[in-house]
């Protein structure tokens, strides 16, 4: 897994969620995004997959594959490296 990725994983996180008080290195790669993590909610992830489907080139078509996709910082490296064009990817 990138290190760029993850690194710009978070830092959009932080930016997209307005989260002034989370630094984007304090985000676990493994930890949960949701319920006791980050402590996002719905709305945090629609606007979170918005910015991610403009981002990368993705589209996440179905609540299911979103849940499985946003569950961390690291299994949503893994969605975006197995659905993003090449040249969306940090080097």
Do not use: C, W
């Amino acid at each position: 897994m990138s290190d760029a990725l993850l690194s710009r994983l978070k830092q959009l996180i932080v930016d997209t969620l307005r989260l002034d008080d989370t630094m984007a290195a304090d985000i676990p790669d493994d930890g949960p995004l949701f319920g006791a993590g980050l402590g996002l909610d719905s709305i945090d992830a629609l606007e979170l997959v918005v910015r991610l489907e403009k981002e990368f080139g993705i589209k996440i078509t179905n609540s299911e594959e979103a849940r499985a996709a946003l569950a961390s910082v690291k299994q949503l490296a893994v969605y975006i490296r197995a659905h993003a064009p090449k040249d969306k990817l940090p080097a």
